[in-house]
């Protein structure tokens, strides 16, 4: 892989991003849109790749095995979980997938990882997916103590040797305010911030055991 981990996992979320930006803005398969991204990369330009879709949808035959092209209309259209795809190869749909494309001539499509099953090959878009399975997962959620369990309730509120009371003030809501928006908000600049914060973050054999 070329360059360094860091530079591929900022690129990548931005890659996931931009594929899920056309795929609602084209109502078409993601990972379809990934293929057709290296379409492009393969082929170089717009008219290239239709001059070669026929090889470009034989090498895809066990991905999509519902797969064809309108010479007519250039239009590619696929049958994927049961749902029609439909997608104009052109000029607009090369330039929307522009950042795509050039992730793509960066690395590849394809990424090689090792798990528990063995050596496994598959695209960047579901390699992340997989590590994002990954990931510590919230299972317990209240909206305040009211709605939290008893047990809960008698460790954190009614237990004097654990309960704790703190002053809030102004400050305070405004700092948490924006460290949530760190975590969940969905704004570019919040965005940026949780992946430098994922990416900064140092954990030991410990952590992952735990």
């Not at 360059?3 to 993601?30: C, W």
């Not at 259209?77 to 049961?82: E, G, K, P, R, V």
């Not at 878009?125 to 369990?149: A, H, V």
């Amino acid at each position: 892989m070329k360059g360094n981990i860091k530079e591929f996992v900022t690129d990548a979320f931005d890659y996931l991003d931009e594929l899920e930006t056309t795929s609602i803005n084209y109502s078409v398969n993601r990972y379809l849109l990934e293929y057709i991204a290296n379409g492009f990369v393969k082929y170089k330009t717009v008219d290239g790749f239709i001059k070669h879709i026929d090889d470009w949808i034989r090498s895809l035959v066990r991905v999509f095995p519902e797969l064809g092209f309108n010479h007519d209309t250039n239009q590619i259209n696929a049958t994927i979980d049961l749902i029609d795809q439909v997608v104009v190869v052109d000029e607009a749909l090369y330039e929307q997938l522009s950042y795509v494309i050039n992730v793509q001539t960066k690395y590849g499509i394809l990424i090689k990882f090792k798990s528990d099953s063995g050596e496994q090959t598959t695209t960047i878009s579901r390699f992340f997916e997989t590590i994002n399975r990954m990931f510590p997962q919230i299972k317990d959620r209240y909206k305040g103590l009211g709605s939290s369990d008893s047990d809960v309730m008698a460790e954190v509120v009614l237990d004097p040797k654990t309960r704790r009371i703190y002053r809030v003030n102004i400050e305070d809501i405004n700092r948490a305010k924006q460290q949530m928006g760190v975590l969940v908000g969905k704004n570019k600049e919040e965005v940026r911030q949780r992946k430098e914060l994922l990416l900064d973050f140092k954990f030991t054999a410990a952590d992952i055991d735990t």
